[in-house]
């Protein structure tokens, strides 16, 4: 027979229940759930993106300030586009740390591969993934005068 210790004169259960975790969420900031959880999250981060198409190109801005140029990588493999990298911040001492971050997409057919540029100036990376000449616009000159084989216009016949 399994005994159950009593509490204030109610019987407690040997299993904890299912609102043992409400109640610790419902502590947050101080709970160890909740210190765990953003322990995980803070670990990564998703850099905000800016896309811009012109007829040529897609350029693509991302701020990452405080994060030196040595610290991002940019990977292209098949058609997705990967940025990764991470910030450190603390002099080594126990309060210093780093943050993740990475970012990846989907290219679109159209983006030459081969060519994609990266810059990285004052916390600031610039990629620049330019359109294959087959899928850029192109200019179609208009001829002027009559056609070879059709029929004249404007004429007695």
């Given amino acids: ?3 159950v210790p009593a509490k204030n ?7 904890p229940s299912i609102f043992d975790a409400y109640w610790e969420m419902a502590r947050w900031p101080g709970s160890r759930w909740f210190t765990d959880l953003t322990r995980g999250m803070a670990s990564a981060r998703i850099p905000v993106m800016d896309v811009e198409e012109t007829a040529t190109e897609y350029r693509c801005v991302l701020e990452l300030p405080g994060v030196a140029p040595e ?3 940019v990977t292209v493999q098949g058609n997705t586009l990967t940025v990764a990298g991470e910030k450190r911040f603390g002099d080594g001492s126990a309060q210093s740390g780093h943050v993740r971050f990475y970012r ?3 290219l679109p057919r159209t983006v030459d591969v081969a060519n994609i540029r990266a810059r990285h100036e004052h916390g600031v990376l610039t990629l620049v993934l330019p359109k294959a000449e087959s ?3 192109r200019q179609i000159p208009v001829e002027v005068g009559a056609a070879e084989n059709g029929p004249e216009r404007g004429g007695s016949q």
């Fill in 1 to 3: 027979m399994l005994r």
């Fill in 9 to 15: 004169g109610v019987a407690l259960s040997p299993w």
């Fill in 71 to 73: 610290e991002v990588n």
């Fill in 104 to 106: 990846a997409m989907k």
């Fill in 135 to 137: 899928d850029q616009p």
